[in-house]
Nanobody, 123 residues
Framework: VQLVESGGGLVQAGGSLRLSCAAS????????MGWFRQAPGKEREFVAA????????SYAGSVKGRFTISRDNDKSTVYLQMNSLKPEDAALYYC?????????????????WGQGTQVTVSS
């Protein structure tokens, strides 16, 4: 499975961005895709995940109510709509893929990773 992220950039605090991640290869009929992020000097942390075909979702507490994850399975693409961005949201955002539809928060559950897309939030 190959993952390609896009949509990162520079935004002012309070602004919005939408990240996309396109998956290709043997994605199977039951999977989950997630977003993680890593700021300089910090551990990679869970942001959100979505399962298929269950379409169940999971969010980190720090983004709940501001970020929305969605999935277009016809295009094997997952989106992360990020609203009300804060400076502390700035990080390299990674897309991840796992087989099995449960959107687990643990990064070790994911089998494939993208290269990341940078999100910068100015105050």
């Amino acid at each position: 499975v190959q993952l390609v992220e896009s949509g990162g950039g520079l935004v002012q605090a309070g602004g919005s961005l939408r990240l996309s991640c396109a998956a290709s290869g043997r994605t199977g009929s039951s999977s989950a895709m997630g977003w993680f992020r890593q700021a300089p000097g910090k551990e990679r942390e869970f942001v959100a995940a979505i399962g298929w075909p269950s379409v169940s979702t999971s969010y980190a507490g720090s983004v709940k109510g501001r970020f929305t994850i969605s999935r277009d399975n016809d295009k094997s693409t997952v989106y992360l709509q990020m609203n009300s961005l804060k400076p502390e949201d700035a990080a390299l955002y990674y897309c991840a893929f796992k087989y099995g539809s449960i959107p687990i928060e643990g990064r070790n559950a994911y089998d494939y990773w993208g290269q990341g897309t940078q999100v910068t939030v100015s105050s």
